[in-house]
């Protein structure tokens, strides 16, 4: 069973491009959870989706940042015209369930670089 | 809101001996969850133990252990019989219990960077 997959591993962009991460969940799992973490720093919560769905942005800054769950597919973090603060690791959880206690399961991550 | 704080940055212990970090958390709910993580440098998020804090026992995994404190909302973590695979980030991080769909969010502590020593 394929755990939470995350790709690219590493992203170059430059200043004013858009930069699209995508997280595949494990199988069966149907929520996701996106944390960005600043270097030297803990993990903060952006937003949290379900299928087509989203549930909690309140961590999301309200310009650039955009995020989605499809029917089909992988979510997608999406970053348009990046700036240098928006360098960072960029984490993908997924949960089976919510509202109980449910773990989140961690993919690799997305290094996002910009330059 | 809820906030976690991790006042150790830096943490090392010799091989084989036991180590403590130190977590406190604020919060004006009662009934939550708390969990430690473990980042390596491959920088994979790994759950070591969680706890509810509505169970007073500590919660215990092979080498690792929790100190709940929740009147004093402290929530350390100790780990014995140290080894070089356990030098990572530890993070500590609170999940709200309450059955609301906006309280699925893990809120994280700065991190302790664990160093063993050989």
């Known amino acids: 069973n394929a755990g939470v997959m995350q790709n690219p591993r590493h992203l170059v962009r430059r200043r004013g491009q858009e930069a699209r991460l995508r997280c595949s969940p494990m199988?069966?799992?149907?929520?996701v959870y996106w944390y960005r973490q600043l270097p030297e720093e803990g993990l903060k919560f952006m937003v949290y989706l379900q299928k087509e769905n989203i549930i909690d942005e309140s961590g999301m800054p309200k310009e650039r940042f955009s995020a989605e769950f499809p029917k089909e597919g992988p979510s997608i973090l999406r970053i348009q015209q990046v700036v240098r603060g928006d360098s960072a690791a960029y984490f993908c959880?997924?949960?089976?369930?919510?509202?109980?206690?449910?773990?989140?399961?961690f993919g690799p991550g997305t290094r996002l670089t910009v330059l | 809101a809820q906030t976690v704080t991790q006042s150790q940055p830096e943490m090392s212990v010799q091989e084989a001996e036991t180590v403590t970090l130190s977590c406190t958390y604020d919060t004006s709910e009662s009934d939550y969850y708390l969990f430690w993580y473990k980042q390596p440098p491959s920088r994979q998020m790994i759950l070591v133990i969680r706890q509810e804090a509505y169970k007073q026992q500590n919660a215990t995994e092979n080498r690792f252990s929790v100190n709940f404190q929740k009147a004093a909302k402290s929530f350390s973590l100790k780990i014995s019989d140290s080894q070089l695979g356990d030098a990572a980030m530890y993070f500590c991080?609170?999940?709200?219990?309450?059955?609301?769909?906006?309280?699925?969010?893990?809120?994280f502590g700065t991190g302790t960077r664990l160093t063993i020593i050989p």
């Open positions: 959880a997924s949960s089976l369930q919510a509202g109980v206690l449910n773990e989140q399961f």
């Open positions: 991080a609170y999940r709200s219990r309450e059955s609301n769909f906006g309280n699925e969010k893990l809120t």
């Open positions: 199988k069966g799992h149907s929520h």
